[in-house]
C-alpha cells in the first residue's frame, strides 16, 4: 500500500487553445491537494510561461518539443520528464481543452492508490458543460450508465491517472499510434500484467462534446492502429475474429463513402506496415477481460 502517493498533472497541448489550457491550469490550482508536479508538454509549439501568469502550484516544468508527436508521444514526453525527477508515484494526464470542476479530483486520485497497491489506472467520467456523457466515453460494452464506476478493460484518454510503477513495468504508450487505440493498447498490457483498471465516474473530466471523426486522419488512422493494435496484443487465433467484427461493424455505421475509402486504406496500411513489438496477452487475460463484460473481439 502507497502511502500518500505523490501526485504530478501533465497536459499536452498544440498551442492552439490558449485560454482552455490557461481554465484547465486554473481549476488544478484549485485543486484541494496540491500536485507535487505539473508538466506541460508544447507538442510542436512554443507555449508562455505560464507560472508567470497563473498562480500554479508545485513544480511546473514546460517542455517544447519541434514537432507535433501526437498525443501518446507528447504524453510519453512528459513521463521522460517526470522519471527523470524520480519522486512521482501517480500522474494524472488530462486533455488541454478540459476542466476540473469538483476541487477533490486529486486527493480522490491519491485516495484511490492508497487503498489498492494494484490500482494501475484510474479512468475519469467526461461530461460536457450540460452533464452529458456521450456513449463513447463510457467503458464498458452496452448501453451502460455513466455514472456505475467499478473494474473496466478501458479507459477514456481525455482525464485519466496511471501508476508510474505500472508503467515501468508494461511500458509507455505507443507513440507510433499518434491518435486512436492507444488508451486500449495500453489498457490491455497493464490488464496482461495483473493491474486493476477503475472508472470512477465521481472523478468528473468536464470537456466539450465532440466527434473523434472532426480529426481529418480519423478514418486511416482508426483503421490501421486497429489493425495494429491486434498485431501486437492478441493471440493469433482471436485477430481475425477482432478484424472481422470491426469490418462489420464499420460497413454498417459508416455512411460516408470517402469515409470508408480512407478507413480501408488505414487496414491495408496496418496489415502491411510494421506494427512494432508482439507481446500477445495470455488466454487468463482473455478470460478476465471477458468476465468484467468486454471480451477483446469487440
Known amino acids: 500500500m502507497l502511502v500518500e502517493p505523490r501526485i504530478a498533472v501533465a497536459v499536452v497541448t498544440m498551442g492552439n487553445r490558449p485560454a482552455e489550457v490557461d481554465a484547465l491550469l486554473e481549476s488544478v490550482a484549485k485543486q484541494d491537494l496540491a500536485p507535487a508536479r505539473i508538466v ?3 507538442n510542436g509549439c512554443r507555449l508562455p510561461e505560464f507560472a508567470d501568469r497563473l498562480a500554479l502550484p508545485g513544480e511546473v516544468t514546460v517542455v517544447e518539443e519541434s514537432e507535433n508527436l501526437g498525443c ?3 504524453r510519453n514526453v512528459a513521463l521522460a520528464r517526470l522519471r ?3 519522486d512521482i508515484d501517480v500522474v494524472v494526464e488530462l486533455d488541454d481543452d478540459g476542466l476540473l470542476v469538483d476541487a477533490g479530483v486529486l486527493s480522490r486520485v491519491r485516495e484511490l492508490y492508497a487503498a489498492d497497491p494494484r490500482l494501475g489506472i484510474v479512468g475519469f467520467r467526461i461530461a460536457d458543460e450540460h452533464g452529458e456523457t456521450q456513449r463513447r466515453h463510457v467503458p464498458r460494452a452496452g448501453a451502460a450508465d455513466p455514472m456505475r464506476g467499478g473494474y473496466v478493460t478501458g479507459f477514456l484518454g481525455g482525464g485519466h491517472a496511471l501508476s508510474m ?3 515501468a513495468q508494461t511500458g509507455d504508450w505507443p507513440a507510433a499510434f499518434f491518435f486512436a487505440h492507444e488508451e486500449t493498447d495500453l489498457a490491455w498490457r497493464a490488464a496482461d500484467a495483473g493491474w486493476h483498471i477503475l472508472y470512477a465516474p465521481e472523478l468528473l ?17 482508426t483503421a490501421r492502429n486497429r489493425v495494429w493494435l491486434v498485431r501486437r496484443r492478441l493471440p493469433l487465433p482471436l485477430i481475425p475474429v477482432h478484424l472481422g467484427v470491426w469490418v462489420l461493424v464499420t460497413l454498417l455505421r459508416t455512411r460516408s463513402a470517402g469515409g470508408l475509402r480512407a478507413w480501408f ?3 491495408v ?14 488466454w487468463r487475460t482473455v478470460w478476465r477481460l ?3 463484460g468486454r471480451p477483446p473481439v469487440i
Open 72 to 74: 501518446p508521444g507528447g
Open 165 to 167: 510503477a505500472m508503467l
Open 290 to 292: 471477458t468476465r468484467l
Open 84 to 86: 527523470e525527477f524520480g
Open 40 to 42: 506541460i508538454v508544447g
Open 205 to 221: 473530466l468536464q470537456h466539450p462534446k465532440t466527434s473523434p471523426a472532426r480529426h481529418a486522419i480519423y478514418y486511416r488512422v
Open 269 to 282: 496500411e496496418g496489415l502491411r506496415e510494421p506494427a512494432g513489438e508482439r507481446r500477445p496477452m495470455r
Open 265 to 267: 486504406g488505414g487496414f
